[in-house]
Every structure is written in C-alpha cells, then in structure tokens.
C-alpha cells in the first residue's frame, strides 16, 4: 500500500514481489502470492500477477536456452533439454499462477486470463524463432486454464439452476464477465487462424475453449460477439468463415431453447434471436460490389450464405421480418459468379421460404425468377457437358430409348475427366436450385401459378434423369415436386399449364410425357368429382393427342416409348372417367369412339388413307375402364360391337393361304371358315400395328366378359362375336417385332386364367386352380392364351345351353381340323370351359366325346395328354366311365 500510496506502479512492485518468491522455498511462495493479490487494486489485480509470473516464466526459459547453447553436447542427449521444454522452474510458476488464478472471481479470472493470453499472443508474433516453441507451450497452458475455468463455470450455473429449480440467469452482452468470455471467444478464433506446423496442441485446445464458452457465455451474448466478429473489417476472412460456422450451430442452440421453453429464461431466448438474427442485415455486405466483382471472397460469401439459412430455418417462424428485408442480398447471390456460391445460395433461399413459410409470398416476384434462371442455367450445362439434348433414360424404364435419342450420349454413359466433373458440379446446383423450388411450392402452392410452365419444364426435362443429376439428388427432387404439384396446386390452375406442356413434352420424349400424364392422374385422382366435371373438356381434348401417340411418334419414340405413354394416357383417362357421373361421361366416350373409327387423311406422298393405330387405343381403354368399373362399364361395349369384331374379322399376317373348299361342318354351325385369310403383309411396322390391334381387342372382351353379368351379352351378339374369335384359332404373329407385341399385352391377363408358373410371374404368386398345368404357356403362345382367356369368358358369361353349345362345337371342330398348335389351343380352351361350366358341362358330353375319342389318338403326345387330363377331369366330375364311350 506504501508503494502504491507514493504513485509508484502496481506492476513494479508485483514483479518485485514475484521475482522474490519465486527465490523462496516453495511452501513459502503462493501464501506471499495471494497477500500480494489481495494488496493490489481488485480491478486489475489479477491481471497484473498472472502478466508477472508469466514474465517470470519467460526468463527461466530464457536461461535454459542459453545453457544449452553454451554447452551443446550435455544437452544433446536429454530429452527433457532444448527450448521446445519447460524448465522445472518455469513450470512451477506456471503452478503458482493457476492456483493464484483459482482464488479470484469469476470475472477476475476471465479478465486476468484475457489479458495473460492477449500478452502471450502478442509475444509469440513478436518473438524470436529461438524462443517460438517453448512460448507456444506457455500459451498453450493459458488456453487449457481459460477452458477450465469456462467449464467449471458452466458446470456451477447448471448445477445451481437444477437446485433452485429456475432458468439459469444468463448475463446482458453488455456485462463485463460478457465481454470478457466475448474477448477469449475471439481470441480462440484468433488461435485457429494462425495455426500451423507445430502449433496441433493449440488448435486442439482453442477447440476447447470455443465448446466451452459456448456453454457458459449467455447465447445472445454469444450470437452477438459472433456478428461482432463476422461484420468487422478488422476481422481476418479465416476468422469470419469460423465465426460464421459457429452462429450457424448458435441457431441450433435456440431452437433447443425453444424446445425447453419452460425452463429457459423468456427474456434470455428473445434476446438470443434478437443477437442472431441482427446478422441478417449484414448478408448484402458480403455482396457489395468492387470493381465490378463482390468485395468478400467466395468462401467468405459462401459462409455468410450458409449462417443465414441456418438461421432462417430455425428462427424465421419466430421473426420473419429481419430475415425477408435479405431477400435482394439472396436474388443477388442466386446470380453470383461462383457456382458454389450460387449453390449456397439456392440452399438459404430454401432455408428462408421453409422459415418464414406464408410471408415469402411478398418475396416470390424477386426469388422465384432467380431460383428458375439459375435452374434453367445448370440445366443447360449438364446437358451440355453430357452431349445432350434433352434425351435421357426414362425415369420409369432407366434401360429404354427414344429412337432420337440414338447416336448421342445418354444417361447410362459414364463421363469421366473434366467434362464430368464440371457436370457434376452443375448438377449440385441443380439440386439446389429444385429444392428452392420445392420449398416456394410447399409454403405457396396458390401462389406458383405464374411459374408453372417453368417448373414443368425443368422438372419434365430428360436432363434431370442424367447420372450426373441422379448422383445430386436432382433428379429425386423434381420427382418430389412432380408429386406434390398435382395435390398441391388447384386443378385450375395447374391443368392449363399441363395441357400448354404437352407440346414440349412430346419434344422432349416417351419419358416426360409418361410423368407429365402420371402427374394428370394424380391431379384428378386427388381432387373432388366435382372439379374434374368441371374440366373434364379440357382434360379430354389434352388426352387425345398422348392417346394418339402411336400414330404420331412411333418413329420417334419407338415401340416401348409409344406402348408407355399410351399406357399412362388410359391411366389418366381412367383416373378421369371414376370421378365423372354418366351423364358427363357417356358423351366423352362416344366422342371417343369416334375419334377411334375416324378415317385419317394420306400420308405425304401417297394417296392411300394411313393404317389408324386409334382402334388398339380404344380397346386398352375399354379394358382398363371394364376393369376399373366392372359390371357400370359393360354396357358401353355395345358401341364397341363393331369395331371389335372389325378387328378379328381383319385379314391377319401368318394366316395360311386361302383353299379352295370350305368345311361344311364350321359353314353349318354359323363359325366363319378358318382358311381364308388373305396372305401376310411383309411389312413388319404393319404387321406389328395388326396384332397389336387384335391382342388389345381380346383383352377387351376378355374384360367385358368376366364382368358381363347379363347387361350386354346376348345370343344375338354371342353369334356375332363366337365366328371372329373361333376364326383366331389357326393364327399367329410371323415376325419378331409383331411377337414381342404380343407377349407384352399377353402379360396383362388375370393370373387367374394362366399356367402356373405364369400366373405367379405376372399375377405375383396369387392362388392358382389345379386345372392349371393344362393351360397354354404365356412364353409358347401368347396369342393362343389370350384367345383362350378371351373364349372361357364367354362361356362363363353366357347364361344358357342355347350358347355354350355352339361354343363348344366350334372349338371342337377347330381342333379336329387344326394343325398341333391349333389342337392345344382348343384344348387349353375346352378346359377352360370346362372350369367354368363343371356340372353344366355334362349337357355338352354326348358331342364332345367323340372328338376327344380322336384327340386320345393324337399323334402329338402333348396333345394326346391333355385329351387324357380333360377325359380324366369329366369322369371325376360325373362319377362316370368313358371307356366303352371312346373306342374308335
């Protein structure tokens, strides 16, 4: 107190004071310590000692590297020897100044430590090479001290928090024990920047002191030293991206907060989003124009981007005001130079739109043209890199092609070097960019209208189903957004877009007008029956033109592309008809009907009609509605009579040549004769358009058929569809395009009327009859399965003797007359009849046995064993013997 009295300074006389204990024993030295640090001025007290124990410190360093210079050979065999070790004296004062250190306050300690470690930083710069390692090791034990003491502290305000049973207080940034934590969080940033060589046990404990005063600085208090530190200019660009990294994991801070509302001070929480969110502000000065080129680096302008999202998911439904009034730093991002910067970006956009959900719709002229153009320019970059031009795999059948997507690089050719890596880097923004967009539709679907025709666009583009955007995660965002804009968006306003899509669809290819039609039968599946009355016009007229398909883009598309995308256009008819009373639906399929039947104009160059694919269309869509609504459905096929049997009675391919004389037995019974089809076309395309037509006009009657229940078959139409379908029996497709046709519609049948293995392929492993293993292999003859399915049908379907006999006898004759395909046709049929009829059968016996008299006889041992299997059938189900019945 003398010495201070006589305005002498404090720091003299404590290193005076240190200088001499440390020349005392050592039970002697800390008691002489703590009088001194009780005698000097409370407010810089420990400041003052801890500066002069390290001071001290430093000179007993200082001597053991001059001993070691002065005798290098005795210090060059002790480990413990050389500058990079503390001497056993300087550690001791190291010692002192801890346990000094423990006697202090909370703030005397934080302030001494800030203070020794702003000192020692100072020094390591400053310092000589000679001297760098042992001072970083004193370094390094003032930041494990300030961990420590941030630790404990934490510790004590959680533990008295649980003991008093209330929120633990939490300072202002303005306290002093604040800004003291607020001085040590920016150094520890400081210690990361300039790590380096040598410097591992350092970074490792700023590591340390930054997770610890995270938990004992009060989080506004941190938020704010945080945006201090990221909006100085002051500040190293290191330092800002590490500031920033940490406000981001500040807002997840909060909304654990959030989370334990009820013991978490009010006024603590609103001041943390108040010091977190007063960052948004700051983000357009990341992107302050200098020469033409943002002032921040990109890494700088990427951290800021990726804070401010952190920040806008978490706290944007809390303040959503802050973070909108960003938006043009955002649309300005969205449009950077650097694409990484550009991803980021589209990323906090969608961070923002999720966080402030409904008050984004003041920000959707701004953002949503920006998210669309930065889309739409990655696009056209991976297009680019992959040698492209919107034609890709489907993203239904990743193996298929359109045909004009042959000669170029598609989905499946793998990219490597350069050119790949830049589209996958494109591809990433993609990403970003579709994930933007599905933010703005989850938040504003009633408010996207003006920026459909642009979404379907990229969302529809080939490109999207690159490998490069499967990679990204592209192409599985549009997919969400396909899925989500049929429920999200009303079908008034989301209609006029797909329909003004369709052209550019069918541009593109099979694929985006297969989702672009997915997406219409999911917008009329989820929507009331009153909306889809309402457009049901409009729906009509944009399913013509996918319906016609076929007859417009098979030399675009090829056979698999046209076969899907007609597929999807029944589909969405379907979807469109359940929801329609028959008022508003019979006049829709007439018109249907018609279209179907309508002669087309000459093609260029010729004069002759063009051969009409409609018809095949026609019947899918009478299946798939018989399917769908079963017996309301059936009637309708009496405006398909006609053109059905039109079909059948065509003269098909593979037919055998005209004889000269026709059976008297088939002329009798009414059956149309079996041999005079005109000869086959050699033209493959046309062939494959015929049997395409009489495969879909089967399935149509099987369908019509299994669902009859006495509303459209009678004998008048039984006789005038029986001759067609038993005419059937002796043809086949000739040429392999024509065959895959047939096997692929063949694969549509109920598994109910398959051979065994092939009903649990197609039906997926559903129950089979035992009459199975006597039925057609689906990969022998599909033709002949359908025309069985087809023909058991109608037996079950028709209500008296009056029909089933002349059924029968027809396909009797048919495999007496036959070649050996035409016998196990008739066969396979027979059986069937046979399942369907049982008992009834009986009636039919007296006929029916002598063929099958000459069928036993067969000289096919196929055909000879199933005329067995069905005599054995008969006898068990009339508990009769045959034997005396089949002799020859």
Known sequence: PAWLAAGRPAAEAAAAVVDAALGLPDHRQLPLLT????????????????????????????????????????????????????????????????????????????????????????????????????????????????QQLARTAAARSRAAALENGQPAASGAPGDELQQAYAGLLELALGQLQSSGGGRKGITEAAHLLLGALQDVMAPASHAAALVTLAASPQTSDRMKRKALKLLAGDATTIVEMLGDADTVDKASLSAAVDAALSFAPLLSEYFVMTGGQPAAQPSNRQAALVAFGSLARALGPLRPGPLARAAPALVAAVSDGHRAVRSSALAASAALVHGIGMHAVQLLPQLAPAILRAAASALTLVAAENGEEGTQASPVSPGSRDRRGQGKQGAGHKRTGESGARAEAAALEVAAALAAVLALLRALPKFVSPYLPAILQHTLTPVVWSDACRASGAADTAKAIRQLLPTAVPPRLLLPALVGHLSAAQTAGSASVVELLAMTSAMLGSNSAGSASAHAEMTFRFLLPALDSRQTQLSNYGTLGVTAVERAAVGALEALTVKLSERSFKPLFLRLVEWARAVLPPAAGSSAPQQSSRPAVLFAAAAALAHRLQSIFVPYFRYLLEPLVAALEGAPPGAPPPKKKRRKSAAADGVAATDSAPAATTDSATEAALWQLRMQALLALEQCFLHDGGKFLDEQRFQRLLPPLVAQFPVGPTTAAAASV?????????????????????????????????????????????????????????????????????????????????????????????????????????????????????????VGASAAALVSRLEELTGEQFDQYLKT
């Open 35 to 146: 009088a001194l640090h009780a005698a000097l001025p409370q407010d810089g007290a420990l400041s003052i000692l801890l500066l002069e124990l390290m001071r001290a410190s430093q000179l007993q360093l200082a001597a053991v590297q001059t001993d070691a210079a002065a005798d290098p050979a005795a210090s060059a065999g002790s480990p413990a020897a050389g500058a990079s070790a503390l001497s056993p004296r300087a550690g001791h004062a190291l010692d002192l100044a801890s346990s000094v250190c423990n006697r202090g306050s909370e703030l005397q300690r934080a302030q001494g430590l800030l203070s020794v470690l702003q000192s020692s930083a100072s020094r390591a710069q400053q310092g000589s090479p000679a001297d760098s390692a042992a001072q970083q090791q004193l370094h390094l034990a003032l930041l494990l001290a300030a």
């Open 742 to 862: 047939v096997a692929d519609l063949a694969a549509l049948l109920p598994s109910d009327l398959l051979a065994e293995g092939d009903a649990e392929v197609v039906g997926g492993g559903s129950a089979v009859a035992a009459e199975h293993h006597e039925r057609l292999p689906l990969a022998e003859d599909p033709y002949g399965v359908a025309l069985a399915a087809a023909l058991v049908r109608l037996a079950a379907a028709a209500g008296s003797d009056v029909m089933h006999r002349p059924l029968n006898r027809a396909v009797l004759i048919a495999a007496r007359g036959g070649d050996v395909r035409v016998r196990r046709r008739a066969l396979a049929v027979t059986h069937g009849v046979v399942g369907a009829l049982r008992e009834e059968y009986a009636l039919l016996l007296p006929e029916s046995l002598p063929f099958l008299a000459e069928l036993l006889e067969d000289e096919d041992a196929g």
